[in-house]
């Protein structure tokens, strides 16, 4: 009985282990699903290989959703980012869906 419950705790405290060590797999999205996101219902921006769902912040952007809108589906944004303020850029994080499929060489 002891036996089969340290065996139990061992089972348990490995599979913890695991989940906190192995890294997250990362959503991947290719170029042509990225670039049906480009319209208010559904607006992605892309910096470098990073994907961001802006959707829910159009509304809100201090310099209008049109301007975010017009970069949207697929154009990489790394200029527009490093021209934020470095508060800014957290938003941009917590937006983060996924990463841009790599293409087969
Ligand atoms: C996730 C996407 C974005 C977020 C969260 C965001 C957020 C913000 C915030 C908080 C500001 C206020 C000032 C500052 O922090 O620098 C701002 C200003 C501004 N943003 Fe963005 N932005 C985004 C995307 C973009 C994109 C793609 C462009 C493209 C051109 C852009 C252009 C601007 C401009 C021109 C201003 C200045 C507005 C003004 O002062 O009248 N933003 N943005």
Redesign the pocket.
Known sequence: MLKRNINTIKYFTEKLFATWTTPKEECQFSLEEIAKHQSPQSCW?VTGNIV?D?TP?LQR????GD??L??AGGTD?QR??D???Q??RK??KA?KIGVVKPTGK
């Open positions: 921006l961001y802006v912040y952007h201090p310099g209008g301007i975010i017009k970069r944004c527009d980012l021209f934020h303020r508060q800014t938003i941009w937006l």
